[in-house]
């Protein structure tokens, strides 16, 4: 009972191991034929597959050129858009004082594009008159007849002076007839250079509602966060918004206004490049600046949506696109096969120096990192689908770096294993031992190395964090392999005959690493004659490495028990 408990606890972790490879196969497996998003084999960044480059104009209100601080903010905001789109390992760069060129890899599509080309000139203004997006009335004749575009008859500025942006009388005879006949699908209608200190005209993105609204309340650079979630309260999906000071105390007083309005009046519109993004409805007053937006029609992917852009919608600067192409891989596929031999040649390398240092125990190291890499491919896969992760040149030299820090766990592994059979333990429990010495120090080294990946991540460039992504990653598997095949291996192997019985050639044998050390405080005779040559000299060598890695304590023991010999040999020859 005592050896089979081992034994149960390998083949339960194998069989766990097998369990987490099915798993990963089988999520990859249906995001490639249910959800029809994911792919066998791991995606690709701009430096090996090419992709899209979209070039933006930067444009001020007065038309000057905009300031490198105005234009670092922009390229900051864009990025965290385009990694909010799930699109990684992209480049965004200032070119000239206007420009801001990304390049995101493989081809975009018209969301993910639209969303980066858009200006993002984010207002909050109050709802004053809202209806569906009809610009047509039925005649007197019973004909369907669009209404006329206001003359210059109507009176376009109040009669009577607002007191607030929710006042009635910014809406004017002229804008009251421009709001009949705007129509939302005209070109020619675009409300994203809309005075901000008087009402505007505005529709909705899919053009069903239109609105009055009225001044700019407040503006998208006083939202500090926006994030999405499921309230189980109410069983609906709703956004989170949080202000900031200033924006706390200015959306306080506006719903205190708005909560005593009636109809549409109570609503309050995000107002993005002309657009309504949303207009929902105040419900009471927010002193908090945290207030959320739910309603029946909002599901995870349109809060999700909703709170990205209320997040980073508050460019400093309006875009025009200049130009939207398909470039080239900047190192191509060339780079990547070098890549890949570079990783077979190291692989080639470990496994011929396990080979002669560990005999057998090597191809417990080769299939150790066989099951690595396969772990390691399809999380990949998985990773590209769930998080748009793309394999980028830095990415593989990340994965080759691995491959030297999991050849260091094997060796303090099987170093520790060959302590113990110096010290006269048998493979069995010199495997247990054995393990229990050296996961402490390969965990401690791997908590570095995943320590120093993270660090990396957060602070490097972005062509730096696919490195340290696929370093982090990796040693999370190496870790991972070690305890749920590695160890177990081990302990299986080392109840064979070959290992266990201490083959020449299964590296374990305890003669040829010079165990010498029997019983406590007694040790093997070592031979006087120093041998030059052959079996002798090797095997002379080993114990004399023995005997260095004997402890103190274990060296006065030999000591003191070979004086007591010697003294009671001379009394028993005076006798």
């Not at 903010?73 to 965290?80: E, T, Y």
């Not at 799930?86 to 639209?114: F, K």
């Not at 309504?276 to 349109?302: C, F, H, K, W, Y």
């Not at 059979?421 to 493979?427: N, P, Q, T, Y």
Request: proline share 4%.
């Amino acid at each position: 009972m005592a050896t089979s408990t081992p034994v149960r606890h390998a083949w339960r972790a194998l069989i766990g191991l097998v369990a987490v490879i099915a798993v990963l196969f089988g999520v990859n497996a249906l995001g490639v034929f249910v959800f029809e998003k994911s792919s066998w084999t791991p995606e690709l960044a701009l430096d090996l597959q090419g992709g899209t480059q979209i070039t933006l104009s930067a444009q001020t209100e007065d038309g000057a050129d905009p300031s490198p601080e105005q234009l670092q903010q922009a390229v900051g905001i864009i990025r965290q858009r385009v990694d909010a789109s799930g699109v990684s390992e992209s480049e965004i760069l200032t070119e000239g004082g206007r420009n801001i060129v990304v390049q995101v890899p493989g081809t975009i599509d018209q969301e993910t594009s639209d969303r980066l080309e858009a200006s993002a000139q984010m207002t909050l203004r109050p709802v004053l008159a809202a209806s569906q997006g009809a610009n047509t009335f039925i005649g007197e004749d019973g004909t369907e007849t669009p209404y006329p575009w206001p003359t210059q008859s109507l009176a376009a500025t109040p009669a009577t002076e607002p007191t607030n942006a929710s006042d009635l009388n910014w809406v004017t005879e002229e804008l009251a007839a421009q709001f009949n006949a705007f129509d939302c699908a005209a070109p020619q209608n675009d409300p994203s250079k809309a005075d901000t200190d008087a009402a505007m005209i505005a529709c909705d993105a899919d053009g069903f509602t239109k609105y009055i609204l009225g001044p700019v309340e407040l503006d998208g650079s006083h939202i500090d966060d926006a994030t999405n979630g499921y309230d189980q309260q109410r069983a609906q999906w709703l956004v989170q918004l949080d202000f900031d000071d200033e924006g706390t105390k200015i959306f306080g007083e506006i719903s205190k206004r708005l909560v005593t309005m009636t109809g549409s009046q109570r609503q309050f519109a995000f107002v993005l490049d002309g657009l309504v993004i949303s207009a929902p409805e105040m419900q009471a007053q927010i002193l908090d600046g945290r207030p959320s937006i739910s309603g029946p029609t909002l599901d995870a992917e349109g809060t999700k949506a909703l709170a990205e852009q209320l997040k980073f919608g508050a460019l400093p600067l309006s875009f025009e696109t200049q130009s939207n192409s398909q470039i080239s891989a900047t190192l191509g596929t060339q780079q990547l096969q070098i890549g890949l031999i570079a990783a077979l040649i190291g692989l080639a390398l470990v496994a011929l120096y396990s080979l002669i240092s560990y005999r057998a125990l090597g191809v417990v190291i080769i299939a150790s990192l066989a099951v690595m890499a396969v772990i390691t491919y399809i999380t990949l896969c998985i990773l590209a689908w769930r998080m748009g992760f793309r394999l980028s040149l830095a990415g593989v030299a990340g994965l080759i770096v691995t491959i030297g820090f999991t050849a260091d766990s094997f060796i303090v592994y099987f170093e520790r294993i060959r302590d113990e059979l110096r010290d006269g333990k048998s493979v069995t429990a010199a495997v247990e031992d054995g393990w229990d010495r050296a996961k402490r120090t390969i965990y401690i080294s791997k908590s570095i190395n995943v320590l120093a990946a993270v660090v990396l991540y957060v602070l490097a460039d972005s062509s730096v964090k696919g490195f340290a992504f696929t370093l982090g990653l990796t040693t999370v598997i190496d870790v991972l392999i070690f305890i749920l095949f590695t160890h177990p291996v081990m302990q299986l192997l080392a109840r064979t005959r070959f290992f266990g019985g201490g083959h020449p050639f299964s590296g374990m044998n305890a003669e040829a690493l010079g165990a010498v050390y029997r019983e406590r405080a007694q040790f093997k005779a070592v031979p006087t004659t120093a041998a030059s040559r052959g079996k002798a000299a090797k095997d002379a060598k080993s114990r004399g490495e023995a005997q260095r890695r004997q402890t103190i304590a274990e060296r006065k023991a030999a000591e003191a028990s070979a004086a007591r010999n010697a003294t009671t040999t001379k009394e028993r020859n005076e006798d």
